[in-house]
């Protein structure tokens, strides 16, 4: 497929890739003393909250107030796949995902390294998008049409589609239109469906991308994750090892209190955390989008999971999950079970 150039790419400082971090993984073997931490985060807007906390420093600042300088190591790898690799070869401390593949990460570890999520980095719908003036629900798609997911069958956004696919067509078809879904990075996808002509003609979408697709009077929505999971709902969280929990009680909680202050910033001042956005990730977006989408009533920036346990239910339903969450207190960790969380 020949896609025109990507929209609004986006870049950070500091690009550590898997091999890097394997490679950094054997030198130390993946133990340090208490008083350091390795995150790594995906790109886009839904990553504000770690933007927050890198550029004002926040978890050295909570340190401190416990006596510990800690040095933080702050990484950036595309995709979930690679960031599970990275995280149980000891690599990682920290990384962030969308919540079905950190139910599936938590799900294969459970027993073993014990795998669970840290916070919320905040409540943001997805958008599945179409060029197609034809398709206006899932009903109208063809076998001519095709699909961009970030992962096709596995990823956030197939994951979605899987449960209201099965709502639609009945369990037995959940996997219906995974068939038709291609695995697309976001900029491409959305270069992709805005020029029209190639065999693209939907995207499970993401922000800011999705924002950008609907300025073309060419593109509509079909259908939002919020629609799916019945209101405001946790997109991606961060997550870590019960042994780096356990291990690191003072590192753990500075970190945790750096999340909850960078999500109070970025409440008291909207206008600002758009701005550290563009500094942080290097974003070409123009700042009043990136406003526009910070101040979307639909979007709020939070620590506290919304709507997650709707993901274990219903991919435990569906034979996704093995293990049996009975409530979403099972895959977070103790320190996130204070909010009125779901």
Do not use: C
């Not at 906390?53 to 416990?66: A, D, N, P, W």
């Not at 070869?89 to 795998?115: C, E, F, H, Y």
């Not at 959940?174 to 996808?189: E, G, M, T, Y």
């Amino acid at each position: 497929m020949n896609f025109p150039k990507r929209v609004a790419p986006f870049k950070r400082p500091t690009l550590t890739t898997l091999a890097a971090a394997l490679g950094l993984a054997l030198l130390s073997n993946g133990a340090h003393a208490e008083g350091r931490i390795s995150i790594a985060q995906q790109f886009g807007i839904g990553y504000l909250i770690l933007d927050v906390v890198q550029q004002q420093k926040l978890i050295e600042k909570h340190g401190k107030e416990q006596g510990l300088d800690i040095k933080v190591d702050w990484n950036s790898i595309s995709g979930a796949t690679a960031m599970n690799e990275a995280l149980l070869a000891g690599a990682l401390d920290v990384v962030s995902a969308g919540v079905p593949p950190m139910l599936t990460i938590w799900d294969r570890t459970k027993g073993k390294q014990n795998v669970k999520a840290i916070a919320s980095l905040g409540s943001m719908p997805n958008y599945l998008l179409s060029n197609n003036p034809n398709v206006k629900t899932l009903n109208d798609f063809t076998e001519k049409d095709r699909i961009a997911v970030p992962a096709a069958g596995v990823g956030f956004q197939s994951r979605t589609l899987q449960i209201e696919t099965a709502k639609l067509f009945g369990n037995d078809n959940f996997k219906k239109f995974d068939n038709i879904s291609v695995s697309l990075p976001h900029p491409d996808a959305t270069s992709a469906l805005i020029a029209g002509g190639s065999e693209i003609s939907a995207h499970f979408s993401s922000p800011p991308f999705q924002y950008q697709e609907l300025e073309n009077p060419k593109v509509h929505k079909v259908l939002s994750s919020y629609d799916v999971l019945g209101g405001q709902a946790t997109f991606n969280v961060l997550y870590t090892t019960q042994k780096f929990h356990d291990d690191n009680p003072k590192t753990y909680k500075a970190f945790y209190d750096a999340l909850a202050e960078a999500e109070k910033i970025i409440k008291a001042d909207k206008p600002a955390a758009a701005k550290t956005y563009i500094d942080v990730e290097k974003s070409k977006l123009p700042l009043p989008l990136v406003e526009k989408i910070v101040s979307d009533p639909e979007i709020d920036f939070t620590v506290v999971p919304q709507r997650t346990f709707i993901y274990a239910e219903k991919l435990h339903e569906l034979g996704v999950l093995k293990n049996k969450a009975d409530s979403w207190k099972d895959f977070f960790f103790e320190e996130a079970h204070g909010g009125a969380g779901s």
